[in-house]
């Protein structure tokens, strides 16, 4: 029995033992059944994943390709973004010539391109508006919104702000196996620390832009990055490059989320090009400093000049027409004005103090020179015989020095007095008076604001041969009574061996004789002082006549005037009483020099100068009145500038005395005889309006400045400050510029954000306030898209609105423009002019890539791209920068 158990127990024992093996084999096969389907499945998964990559990289290889037929050969394109309303945010767009005309503007969105052919030249509006519109369809099929999680982008709950169409891609066999969507956004509409938030000031009165530094990445308005965040952020550096570096300075995520769409790490170069709508669009806008100094443009400043005149004659033919003394003139005549023009850019811009000449020798620029406002001639009949008569004459002139800087001592001077009168002894005895030509050496300092007397050498003239006779020499008060019969006395004037100034030039026109300085009539009866006094064209007219207004007291406008000097003196006690020197004319005769109230309609005066004192006697030389001078008070009165330096912002143009021939009403001068189109007729008061609002004329819509390609700030889309660069192909280029057609507001803040004018010392506190800021941001953005620099004319009335600044800028001013010197209502432009752009070489693109199902389109794998495109000098789009999302 017992060995009957045995067989049986081991029977049980050899069926488990079989069964054990089956259940072991059986579960080694089930395992490597299940290993096969994991590695299908992975391998499955794999495919989807690398599919949705491939996607991805069509997207933005298609992004890059899209970018370059915007571009073409265009060197200068333009980059700006679509006004759309409702729940879209806007799209970048490229455009070829403006930013106005949708059928010259690639979308930079996915989308069906052949929608876009034919640009940039006839493209259908229609298509590129079904372009746009095609993000709208919200299906899951058609569109995607590419901020991924509301965080990619930036942080936002609103599904629709960053919707893009979806693109199908098929495979080699015409299988729909995927899909991809992106959408681009302008690089440069960001602030990058490297360039931005240095901190330094915005309060220098002439270093309007130390560099883009003066941009802060914290404000009173927004903060881009805490206070405490900004160093941090800087000294992340070249060493730290990457997308998202940044977010290294951010306590959380969350916190970078927010911020980082305003942020940037992009160092590319921004070139400086002139608008593809003018003729030389797409050439390398001109360097100023270099065309006013560089002997390759000219060897003389005269040359470098004219070279400047005609880049602006050629690329904006109807700016010679602000003069209208010249719109009636042949060509040649009206470049007459674009050269006065440029030489007074040469000389502001060039290292010495002589006066550039143009068209001929008219002392067209402006230098470091005083100008003359008033001469005096004394005479005194010395010895009388019966065969002969000596008369000892002088001269004294009185200069002013309207310029911020101080004209140095040890010059020589000269000035020579022409055609005087003809000297009647007796009835029918004349003799000529000789020409008075004399120089002296002056050791005065003539300090900014400052007017001073001169005194030249006495100069003395024997009459002989005359018949035996008492009488008292003399002389008429008109032109028949001057040498050649018809013109008035004329003066030349020299200034360190240089023309600077005169009171016309010879021949004016056939038959004018209205020009140079009146001589009244007058007897040399004794042996005692006799003066005659001419000064500058200012008031003419009483009662009926009181509106005849001339230079308005402007020395700038007395050369090449064909309008006579007239004497204030009629007899030798109006010497005594009605002459004024070392100061401005204040009798209240037609001579009266009031600046405050004739510059109303030009560059705006807030003050009067030092008034001149008189003699109080006709044995008082004018050189011997005292002055009332006194630097501290005047000194900051003085209203034009002269920098014999670089220019630091194109906006220091506005610096630039404006020689147009104009009157208040924009009608050229009438001055003489028939001398309304005079070539030489010579206007006065105007510098040019770069950083204020143009000088409009709506009685008289025909001479309007204000119209397109007369405006004054259109020269600086054809001229720049800054250096050719090697990182930018034969063009001037700067970094950290901000483009004004794409930034956000929070960015556009930080380019004015404290802004101080201080270029007016009356009123050096004030800066321009946030509220001002956020509300001229709002221009800034309401008027778009602005096709060149020069369409920022736009907000430059809110620039000189006196309430945007605090404390008031000037506080006796009414609300409205601010009553401070010119040059300190176009400050704050200037100092914003250098950081803006409306042209981007780098963008930010977005790119979704999604694997298909072939048969049932249903999404697989997704991966998500982020990138940096930067258009290279020679204006191909490379993929500098690349970052997959988790």
């Known amino acids: ?28 096969v089930v395992a490597f059944m299940r290993s096969m389907s994991i590695e299908r499945a992975i391998s499955r998964s794999f495919l989807s994943k690398e599919q949705a990559k491939l996607a991805a990289e069509a997207g933005l290889n298609m992004a890059a390709e899209q970018i370059q037929s915007a571009v073409g050969t265009n060197q200068a394109y333009l980059v700006g973004q679509t006004n759309d309303a409702g729940g879209f945010g806007p799209v970048t767009v490229i455009g070829y010539r403006n930013l106005t005309n949708l059928s010259q503007m690639v979308p930079l969105i996915s989308g069906n391109m052949t929608l876009l052919s034919g640009y940039p030249t006839n493209a259908a509006t229609t298509n590129i508006q079904r372009f746009l519109d095609a993000r709208n369809d919200s299906a899951a099929g058609k569109t995607v919104n590419l901020n991924r999680n509301n965080s990619l982008i930036t942080a936002t709950n ?9 693109v199908y891609v098929t495979g080699v066999g015409g299988e729909t196996n995927a899909r991809y969507a992106y959408i681009i956004l302008d690089e440069c509409s960001r602030l990058n620390p490297r360039f931005h938030g240095a901190g330094l000031p915005r309060n220098n009165p002439t270093n309007w832009f130390p560099g883009s530094g003066v941009m802060p990445l914290s404000t009173g308005g927004t903060n881009l990055l805490e206070t405490n965040q900004v160093a941090a952020a800087r000294a992340l550096g070249t060493n730290a490059l990457g997308l998202h570096a940044m977010g290294q300075v951010f306590a959380s995520a969350d916190l970078y989320n927010k911020k980082k769409h305003l942020l940037s790490t992009d160092e590319t170069w921004g070139p400086d090009y002139i608008p593809a709508s003018l003729p030389e669009g797409g050439r390398p806008k001109y360097n100023v400093n270099d065309l006013a100094t560089n002997a390759s443009f000219g060897s003389t400043p005269e040359l470098r000049a004219e070279k400047i005149a005609a880049i602006i004659s050629s690329n904006l033919p109807g700016f010679q027409l602000r003069d209208p003394s010249l719109r009636t003139n042949s060509s040649s005549d009206q470049q007459r004005y674009l050269k006065r ?6 000389d502001y811009i060039d290292s010495d103090s002589s006066v550039t000449t143009a068209n001929g020798g008219e002392p067209a620029g402006r230098d470091l020179f005083p100008l003359v406002t008033a001469i005096g001639e004394r005479f005194r009949k010395v010895a009388q015989t019966s065969t002969s008569t000596t008369i000892e004459s002088q001269a004294f002139v009185q200069v002013w020095n309207p310029y911020t800087t101080t004209i140095s001592a040890g010059t020589t001077v000269r000035i020579v007095i022409k055609n005087r009168m003809r000297v009647n002894f007796g009835t029918g005895i004349v003799r000529t008076f000789a020409n008075y030509d004399q120089a002296t050496n002056t050791s005065m300092t003539i300090r900014p604001g400052e007017f001073v007397v001169l005194e030249f050498p006495t100069a003395s003239q024997t009459f002989t041969s005359l018949q035996a006779t008492t009488s008292s020499p003399n002389w008429g008060a008109s032109p028949t009574e001057t040498v050649d019969t018809i013109t008035h006395v004329p003066f030349e004037f020299y200034w360190n061996g240089g023309l600077v100034d005169m009171s016309r030039r010879d021949p004016v026109a056939p038959g004018e004789a209205n020009a140079g300085m009146v001589r009244n009539g007058k007897t040399l009866s004794s042996n005692g002082e006799h003066y005659q006094v001419s000064f500058i064209c200012s008031y003419n007219g009483t009662g009926a006549n009181a509106t005849l207004w001339r230079f308005a007291g402007d020395p700038r406008g007395n050369y090449l005037s064909n309008y006579d000097w007239g004497g204030t003196i009629s007899s030798d006690t109006s010497y005594a009483n009605n002459t004024r020197w070392n100061g401005i004319q204040t009798q209240t005769q037609y001579r009266w020099q009031h600046y405050g109230t004739t510059w109303a309609a030009r560059d705006f005066v807030p003050s009067d100068f030092v008034s001149g004192r008189s003699p109080g006697s006709i044995n008082v030389k004018p050189s011997a009145v005292p002055s009332d001078y006194v630097e501290s008070s005047e000194g900051p009165k003085a209203i034009g500038v002269i920098a014999n330096r670089a220019m630091t912002s194109i906006g220091e143009l506005g610096h630039i005395y404006d020689p147009a021939q104009a009157d ?7 001055g003489g005889v028939g001398a309304n189109n005079s070539p030489f007729t010579s ?16 009685n008289n819509p025909a001479n309007n400045w204000t119209n397109n390609g007369r405006r004054a700030v259109e020269l600086i889309d054809l001229f720049t400050v800054n250096r050719t660069n090697a990182n930018v192909t034969n063009a001037p280029a700067a970094r950290g510029r901000i483009n004004i057609n794409t930034a956000p507001a929070e960015v556009l803040e930080a380019l004015l954000y404290g802004i101080s004018p201080t270029s007016d010392r009356r ?17 800034i953005i309401t008027n778009r898209p602005y096709s060149k620099l020069s369409d920022l004319q736009r907000i430059t009335p809110a620039l000189v609105n006196a309430t945007n600044y605090s404390p008031l800028l000037n506080s006796n001013t009414a609300q409205g423009v601010a009553a401070v010197a010119d040059r300190a209502r176009e400050e704050s432009f200037a100092k914003m002019i250098e950081l803006c752009t409306v042209q981007s070489r780098a963008f930010r693109i977005f790119v979704i890539g999604e694997s298909l199902n072939p048969k049932t389109l249903k999404p697989g794998s997704q991966a998500v791209l982020e990138g940096i495109i930067r258009v290279s000098p020679l204006l191909t789009p490379e993929v500098v920068e690349k970052r997959w999302e988790n």
């Not at 609103?158 to 979806?166: K, L, Y």
């Not at 206007?683 to 709506?698: A, K, S, V």
């Open 1 to 28: 029995m017992r060995a009957e158990t045995d067989r049986q127990k081991l029977k049980a024992s050899s069926l488990i033992t079989t069964l054990l093996v089956i259940v072991v084999l059986s579960t080694i």
């Open 158 to 166: 609103n599904p629709n702000a960053f919707r893009a169409p979806w």
């Open 341 to 346: 023009l440029a030489a007074g850019i040469v």
């Open 664 to 670: 208040d009403f924009g009608n050229p001068y009438t």
């Open 683 to 698: 206007g006065g008061g105007r510098t040019l309006r770069i950083g204020q609002p143009e000088f409009n004329y709506t």
């Open 763 to 779: 009123f050096t506190n004030s800066v321009i306030t946030t509220n001002a800021i956020a509300l001229i941001v709002r221009d």
